[in-house]
């Protein structure tokens, strides 16, 4: 089909100049003219097809086969364009198409051209804007792009914004300007037949046109976007208000709880983007080798949970789970984190989920001491804000790094300062929290691992062909030995070890060839959990169907927490015999019905969660054992 719509337009393209433009009477030549205008039109196009195609898809033309069917018919559009601009661009040359100055446009068509110039940039903008979100974020979903737009963008990589600047922005004020010069020209196309000239392109023609080709560009780029970022679930967002987080929602501050009188300390180290398709085949992953052997062969000292039978396996991405600041909040709360509205903003002080109860509150209510550190700024989506409203956390981020002197005042690498310095840093705080006597909790975000491609320690061997594997690799390796300075430590015999990825990797080439049937999950690993806890039974470790909410009631369960119901928020202890609310409706079979209820608009969580009054969790329900 490709050779025959290739060979089709070749076709068309060489009447259209032959007899339209070159005007010939003698058949060789005219028969020349179409030979040449068919191949010089499809050769460009093929070049134009597979820029388009690596920029929009990472791909390359050939070979043509593994094209979508519908290929064929883009392609024909495309060599039929090219076709036009060099038949147009070569009866310039020739003299027989020319232009001419014409009369100066009335002043009441200054503001329909303007117009037309800002609805053409806004066409351009969500064309551009949507191909740039979709190759750089990969699926990025409605709500994190949303959430996003209404939370701070201090930190973000430069690698990122670079790519922002010369993508969609250089791209859309390029194709403005060319608009402009189209729409303000006061030039004329005239036809030379002979002896005669035609004015075949007069003002009132360029005026149509231009609106028309605005319409369609901001029509079409809206459309894209529309389609390609699911922004129909906005109306479900905004004008559903459904009863499902209200109906399941079981608050934390009624929920019984039990403590041990000997508390333990919580490590939860975030490790960023890491997930189970990193693993080979066999052990559940994706790959032809096991990028992350520290970290499996560190599993068999501790708990895993897993939506598989056998293999590793995690909690499945769910709306409002999928991006760092969602996951931090999903394990906190038992909550996806929804989009802001009605003035909420997660970028203000005392105004980020102020109706929620988290962990950090809970244990700031047992004394425990409580700091949160990584290598970026915590001003990045407001999670300054969360940890300091919700368990008044002694934030050690880049920021605080600087002020602190740790790093130089203008040390800037990868996010703020890369993972190699991040565990030296965590030894230091673990060491002085230990010695504070108080039981703590201390959280941590790996970077190194962010998209695109990661970033390269000089530490890092180089001994794979994708940049992403190596780094991977290296990263767990780190992570490995850092756990193993914990266990070496006075204070680890009472200290439970949680490491979750925080969401799947959003790093789009390293993903292009996977089946997307393939479940991709991010890996979790409990070490020295409370007494017990490691002896559950095979059946509550494997087939489990999980969301990050989750892990709420389960990790206040690995440091020996009793939970009567065992539920907390919309999450459920994954130690219990409880199911899970995937579970309750199908598991494999209903989770993403489960998950499609996260997307709907709730008063529930508007008024209780995002609102709120923010009180301070209290102990009332709280008893010891």
Known sequence: MFIIMAVLAGVIVGIIDAFVFQKEKKFIKLFFVMIADGLCSNFIAMIIADILLKYVNGE?????????????????????FVGVVWSFIFAVIDGKLFYTKGEQSKKKYYVLKIVSVLLFALGVAAFTGTIWGKGTFGDISTDQMIVNLFTPKEGTSDDVMITLWTGPVLQTFAATVAYILFVFSSRVLNFRKGEKEYCIFPAVARRIVSIVLALAVLVGGAAYGIVKF??????????????????????????????PKEKRNLIHIYLESVENSYLSVAQGGYLGENLMKPLTELAKEGISFSHRDKGFGGPVATAGCTWSVASMVNMNTGLPM???????????????????????????????????????????????????????????????????????????????????????????????????????????????????????????????????????????????????????????????????????????????????????????????PAPGLLEIPAERRQNRWYFNGDMFPTILAS?????????????????????????????????KEISSMFEVGSKFYIDNILSGDNAPFENKNVTYY
């Not at 390359?60 to 039929?80: D, G, K, M, Q, W």
């Not at 499902?244 to 039990?258: H, L, T, Y």
């Not at 200290?495 to 393939?518: A, L, R």
Request: proline share 5%; aromatic share 18%; net charge negative.
């Open 60 to 80: 390359t033309l050939f070979p043509v086969s593994e094209r979508s069917a519908n290929f064929p018919y883009i392609y024909f559009a495309i060599v039929l």
């Open 230 to 259: 699911e922004l129909v679930k906005l109306y479900k967002m905004y004008a559903i208000d459904g009863k499902f987080i209200e109906e399941k929602f079981a608050d934390p501050r009624e929920v019984k709880m039990q403590f």
């Open 338 to 528: 929804k989009v802001p509205v009605d003035g909420n903003s997660y970028g203000t002080p005392g105004n980020f989920l102020p109706g929620a109860v988290t962990i950090g509150d809970i244990l700031e209510a047992q004394g425990y001491e409580q700091s949160l550190m990584f290598g970026a700024t915590a001003k990045f989506g407001g999670l300054n804000f969360f940890y300091e409203s919700h368990g008044n956390f002694n934030i050690l981020d880049y920021d605080a790094a600087k002020e602190k002197g740790w790093i130089p005042e203008d040390y800037y690498e990868w996010w703020g300062y890369e993972d190699d310095k991040l565990f030296e840093f965590a030894k230091n705080e673990l060491t002085r929290l230990y010695e504070t006597g108080k039981p703590f909790n201390f959280v941590m975000e790996t970077a190194d691992t962010h998209f695109p491609d990661g970033y390269v320690s000089p530490n890092t061997p180089m001994t794979r062909e994708s940049q992403y594997a190596n780094v991977i690799a290296y990263s767990a390796s780190e992570v490995e030995k850092f756990v193993r300075w914990i266990q070496e430590q006075p204070f680890y015999e009472n200290t439970t070890i949680v490491m979750i990825g925080d969401h799947n990797s959003m790093d789009k080439k390293f993903f292009e060839d996977f089946d997307s049937e393939y479940i991709r999950t991010t890996f979790n690993l409990i070490l020295n």
């Open 559 to 591: 440091i020996g927490v009793k939970i009567e119901g065992e539920r907390l928020g919309l999450g459920t202890n994954l130690f219990s015999d409880v199911p899970t609310l995937f579970e309750e409706n199908g598991g494999e079979e209903g989770w």
